[in-house]
């Protein structure tokens, strides 16, 4: 619900809204517990951030070099993309260390459109293709 009028662009920052959400659960129970650390030290909740920050730029580019080198089957059961680069990363480096494998790091994040969105299931991929909005300026007679 919102007091905003409902158009296109409230589409897209709904759509953004919900991509900060799973940024939220990556640093929460999806991913690294950090509430977990009861942390109330503001100088040490700030380096703790910084370190988990870092470690997500080093998850989201490994995610990256994986999807590229056609290798996320191995730890995505989607047929198309179905994880954040953030998740093929952390599953992949599971993986590295459990099979004592060379990890290659994606050396740079592109400012092009993602080449292979995460799509979770063959339902969410019908949606994208058949989404259409119509606005209406008045509500219509009935």
């Known amino acids: 619900m919102s007091d905003e009028p409902t158009n296109l662009q409230t589409f897209a920052q709904y759509r953004l809204r919900f991509q900060v959400k799973e940024s939220f659960l990556d640093l929460k129970s999806n991913g690294f517990n950090l509430e977990a650390s009861r942390l109330r030290d503001k100088f040490a909740l700030s380096q703790l951030c910084g370190v988990i920050a870092l470690t997500m730029l080093f998850l989201v580019l490994q995610g990256m070099n994986v999807l590229l080198s056609g290798k996320h089957r191995r730890v995505d059961a989607h047929w198309n993309r179905g994880m954040s680069y953030l998740k093929l990363g952390w599953n992949w480096i599971r993986l590295a260390i459990t ?9 740079f994040l592109s400012s092009l459109p993602d080449p292979q969105p995460a799509i979770a299931s063959k339902r969410q991929q019908n949606d994208a293709f058949e989404r259409e909005f119509i606005v209406l300026s008045r509500f219509p007679a009935s």
């Open 99 to 107: 099979q004592q494998w060379k990890i290659q790091v994606y050396p």
